[in-house]
């Protein structure tokens, strides 16, 4: 799990000072997020590898 200062920018991103919630829910949101991107990041290398391979055939 990433430490919260890399996550900062994500953080600077959501946060509202007018949200009821506190930090510890923006940083859930921001550990999430930048879950998913590492996710979408691999599965388009994925993408990309299934490509290259269906042309070489």
Known sequence: MKP???L???IDK?????S??????????AL???HLQTMNER?????KEVKQLGQKE
């Open 4 to 6: 919260k200062n890399e």
């Open 8 to 10: 900062q920018p994500i």
């Open 14 to 18: 959501i946060a509202s000072a007018d």
């Open 20 to 29: 009821p919630v506190g930090m510890d829910a923006v940083y859930v949101h």
């Open 32 to 34: 999430i997020l930048d």
């Open 43 to 47: 599965i388009e290398q994925l993408e």
